[in-house]
């Protein structure tokens, strides 16, 4: 499976901005069964989880930091997950990696996801 990430800039604080990516690849067999989830990584820091969402976009879960201002979601007619960011803060200054995984378990920790786009830079100024 490969994961594209894109949609990352440079935007002020209080702005919005949409991520996606897309999955594809010939092991994508069925992409609902793919569980989807975001992580950061802020320089100097490791990286973090964001937001996951099942395989069937019934279940989502975020971290305490975006709650309320990030809403994930995907669109599996077209093998693509999205992260809305609303009200954004310098603290979310970071490059966003998307991540994938065959596991419903969605562990919020980079080990439970084995697949991985290459990440695309949000800069939040203050």
């Known amino acids: 499976v490969q994961l594209q990430a894109s949609g990352g800039g440079l935007v002020q604080a209080g702005d919005s901005l949409r991520l996606s990516c897309a999955a594809s690849?010939?092991?994508?067999?069925?992409?609902?069964?793919?569980?989807m989830a975001w992580f950061r990584q802020a320089p100097g820091k490791e990286r973090e989880f964001v937001a996951s969402?099942?395989?069937?976009?019934?279940?989502?879960r975020y971290a305490d930091s975006v709650k309320g201002r990030f809403t994930i979601s995907r669109d599996n007619a077209n093998n693509m997950a999205y992260l809305q960011m609303n009200n954004l803060k310098p603290g979310d200054t970071a490059v966003y990696y998307c991540?994938?995984?065959?596991?419903?378990?969605?562990?919020?920790?980079?080990?439970?996801?084995?697949?991985w786009g290459q990440g695309t830079l949000v800069t939040v100024s203050s």
């Open positions: 991540a994938a995984d065959w596991s419903q378990s969605r562990v919020p920790q980079p080990r439970g996801y084995g697949y």
């Open positions: 690849g010939p092991t994508l067999s069925a992409f609902n069964n793919l569980a």
């Open positions: 969402i099942a395989g069937s976009g019934g279940s989502r």
